[in-house]
Structure formats: structure tokens, C-alpha cells
T-cell receptor, first 112, second 117 residues
Framework: NAGVTQTPKFQVLKTGQSMTLQCAQD?????MSWYRQDPGMGLRLIHY???????DQGEVPNGYNVSRSTTEDFPLRLLSAAPSQTSVYFC???????????FGPGTRLTVL | AQKVTQAQTEISVVEKEDVTLDCVYE???????LFWYKQPPSGELVFLIR????DEQNEISGRYSWNFQKSTSSFNFTITASQVVDSAVYFC??????????????WGAGTKLIIKP
């Protein structure tokens, strides 16, 4: 049971490049979410999903897309990276209609 | 609006001292949950505790204890006899149930705890 996994751990992009951050969980959790963590701030919700085929926006969705084709996977796409997207990204999962979320190890993204 | 305030940006104590991390929250709901997470220097987020709004009992887990007071909207975290391994950033978070969207966490800015040997 690996829990929540994220790849890559580190990534450097140039402005305008696109990429996908991968997130997978093997706990059969219905709820998955993406957060970003910036220095001196708590985590902010980007997008979330309450089940396969269902996604919705969080607090800071601009510049990011998500899809949820399976229960296990919830990738986050940056269509055209900007320096303002330099951050640490965390994926989390939990049972639907419960409150405790479990986090992946994070991806540190730098956009030059 | 929901809000979580951790007024202590950084705390530094000597090992074996007791230390309390403050958390004050704002919410309009009567049903909500409060959390503490630990983020050690390695960067992962570790779940420590969840407390629901109907349970004001204090909780103790080893050297960790939590004091939930609805009257002051506070959920403080105390580490007794601190150890160097307790050095981390600690986050307090609030969640309110939203229909069809699951619980969404609102995070405080975190308190960096430094335990000196």
C-alpha cells in the first residue's frame, strides 16, 4: 500500500512550457485534490475531484487543468507555465464525505 | 468567511521545554472539523489530529496535547518535553462540509518550530 504518490519530485520549466504533474493513490479514495504551497502561506486548493469523471475548481484554479478518468489517478496540467506557478504542489486523497485527507510527498516546481 | 490564523510565525525553544502553538479560526458553520498537520524539513505533510466541532474534550497523545475551546474559537497544540525531532512547520486547518464537494480544508500560514539541543 503506497498511499499517495506524486511524480516528479522536482521539475524546472521555462516560461510557456507545458507539463503534467502525476498523482496516484491506491486506497480507493473517491476524493482527490491538488494544493499549492508558497513560502509563508498555508496550502491553497487548486482543483479537486469527488469521483471519476467529476472535477471542480478550488481557490486558485487559473492556469491549471485536471481530469479524473480513473479513481486512482488525478493529474494536474500546466498548459503554459508562468514564473508565478513556481511552488510546491501537493496531491491529497480521502474518502468521500469524510474529512481527513492524506498527502503525497509533493512536487517542487520552478518556472524560469 | 472561513479563516485560520496562526499568529506565531516562528518559535524557538530549548529541548525539553514545553511549547504551545496557537490556532484561532473563524467559521459561520456549527459543523466543522479542525486539524493539525506536521511538515518536517523533508517536506511531507503528516496528519496529527482531527477534532469535530461537537467534541470539546481535550486530547492527549504521548507528548502531544490539544486544547479545543469553542468559546474562544481556538484549537491550540502543546508539545510537552520537546525534542529536536519535533522541529517542523505545524499547520492548523479548518474544514466545513459542503454538499457534493466534500470537505475543503482552509489552512493557516503555519508555525515554524525550532527545537535547539
Amino acid at each position: 500500500n503506497a498511499g499517495v504518490t506524486q511524480t516528479p519530485k522536482f521539475q524546472v520549466l521555462k516560461t510557456g512550457q507545458s507539463m503534467t504533474l502525476q498523482c496516484a493513490q491506491d486506497m480507493n479514495h473517491e476524493y482527490m485534490s491538488w494544493y499549492r504551497q508558497d513560502p509563508g502561506m498555508g496550502l491553497r486548493l487548486i482543483h479537486y475531484s469527488v469521483g471519476a469523471g467529476i472535477t471542480d475548481q478550488g481557490e486558485v484554479p487559473n492556469g491549471y487543468n485536471v481530469s479524473r478518468s480513473t479513481t486512482e489517478d488525478f493529474p494536474l496540467r500546466l498548459l503554459s507555465a508562468a514564473p508565478s506557478q513556481t511552488s510546491v504542489y501537493f496531491c491529497a486523497s480521502g474518502q468521500r464525505n469524510t474529512d481527513t485527507q492524506y498527502f503525497g510527498p509533493g512536487t517542487r516546481l520552478t518556472v524560469l | 468567511a472561513q479563516k485560520v490564523t496562526q499568529a506565531q510565525t516562528e518559535i524557538s525553544v530549548v529541548e525539553k521545554e514545553d511549547v504551545t502553538l496557537d490556532c484561532v479560526y473563524e467559521t459561520r458553520d456549527t459543523t466543522y472539523y479542525l486539524f493539525w498537520y506536521k511538515q518536517p524539513p523533508s517536506g511531507e505533510l503528516v496528519f496529527l489530529i482531527r477534532r469535530n466541532s461537537f467534541d470539546e474534550q481535550n486530547e492527549i497523545s504521548g507528548r502531544y496535547s490539544w486544547n479545543f475551546q469553542k468559546s474562544t474559537s481556538s484549537f491550540n497544540f502543546t508539545i510537552t518535553a520537546s525534542q529536536v525531532v519535533d522541529s517542523a512547520v505545524y499547520f492548523c486547518a479548518l474544514s466545513e462540509f459542503q454538499m457534493d464537494s466534500n470537505y475543503q480544508l482552509i489552512w493557516g500560514a503555519g508555525t515554524k518550530l525550532i527545537i535547539k539541543p
